[in-house]
């Protein structure tokens, strides 16, 4: 999981590997959360709160 730092908003990328394939995936979610909100969720990792928010394949790879 990953956030943008320095920044006032961010989205929280998340990045998986496939339990079929094995390739790596990667996600953002659709919403762009304030950057405390954003901290906080990647600190707890809250990843019930980013999927009911929802999230999407993320043209953002390589990051991790």
């Known amino acids: 999981m990953g ?3 320095n920044a006032e908003k961010s989205y929280i990328f998340l990045k998986g590997i496939s339990k079929v394939s094995g390739d790596i995936q ?3 979610s659709v ?3 304030e950057i405390s909100d954003a901290e906080k969720l990647f600190e707890e990792e809250n990843f019930k709160e ?8 993320s043209n953002v790879t390589r990051w991790a």
């Open 3 to 5: 956030i943008k730092e």
């Open 26 to 28: 990667w996600y953002v």
């Open 31 to 33: 919403k762009n959360y």
């Open 50 to 57: 980013i999927f009911k928010s929802g999230v999407r394949i």
